[in-house]
């Protein structure tokens, strides 16, 4: 079965600083990607997701990600967090193609963004 | 736009009752699904719908029950309420399964007492 795993359940950090967010996956097959953030009391939001082509993917908000099929990860960075960016944010997968259009989280990443 | 609207947002109930989760959207999307979200448990998917009239089952359907009757509503009913089933509830709905973007209601949250 496919798993997702947020290798950090929180990140503190300070303002301006740069950050990255882990993810790896299990699945050995084609799969889609994305990372959702949470911010408090709302619902998720996509920031970025990969489904094919350039490994490097450019969300909102200044995020960035980077597929990398042989480390089966998609790290999310931001080269300088602002406050505003303080949510908790997750990590998401689903099969490309088969009956599997699920999309199977991670248990979520608290970032905590410090003046 | 209204996207997905959840109601109620927040929901008291006693061990044994029943009640339904209400969730519409108004983008003509054939694929809906609902999660709870537990503390650093993430999301999980309790039940999901490929279209109006087919269902199905995802990681915790236990004590749920949906129905897909119209494409815009897909309801999630607590058949007798547990202290276990208190949670935040969302419901999502994208136009494809798997590739497109997910859109979330803003959630329920459910004490279960």
């Known amino acids: 079965a496919q798993s997702v795993t947020q290798l950090d359940s929180q990140v503190p950090v300070f303002e301006e600083a740069p950050v990255e967010l882990r993810c790896n996956y299990s699945s050995s097959v084609s799969v889609y990607l994305f990372w959702y953030v949470q911010y408090p009391n709302q619902g998720l939001q996509l920031l970025l997701k990969y489904l094919s082509g350039s490994t490097l993917v450019k969300g909102i908000n200044g995020f960035e990600a980077e597929f990398n099929k042989s480390q089966t990860s998609f790290h999310l960075r931001k080269p300088s967090v602002h406050i505003s960016d303080t949510a908790e944010y997750f990590c998401?997968?689903?099969?490309?193609?088969?009956?599997?259009?699920?999309?199977?989280f991670g248990k979520g990443t608290k970032l905590s963004v410090k003046p | 736009n209204a996207g997905v609207t959840q109601t109620p947002k927040f929901q008291v109930l006693k061990t044994g009752q029943s009640m339904t989760l209400q969730c519409a959207q108004d983008m003509n999307h054939e694929y809906m699904s609902w999660y709870r979200q537990d503390p650093g448990m993430g999301l999980r998917l309790i039940h999901y719908s490929v279209g109006a009239g087919i269902t199905d089952q995802g990681e915790v359907p236990n004590g749920y029950n949906v129905s897909r009757s119209t494409t815009e509503d897909f309801p999630l009913r607590l058949l007798s309420a547990a202290p276990s089933q208190t949670s935040v509830y969302f419901c999502?709905?994208?136009?494809?399964?798997?590739?497109?973007?997910?859109?979330f209601g803003q959630g329920t949250r459910l004490t279960v007492v």
């Open positions: 999502a709905s994208s136009i494809q399964w798997g590739a497109s973007k997910a859109f």
């Open positions: 998401a997968v689903s099969y490309a193609g088969g009956s599997q259009g699920n999309l199977i």
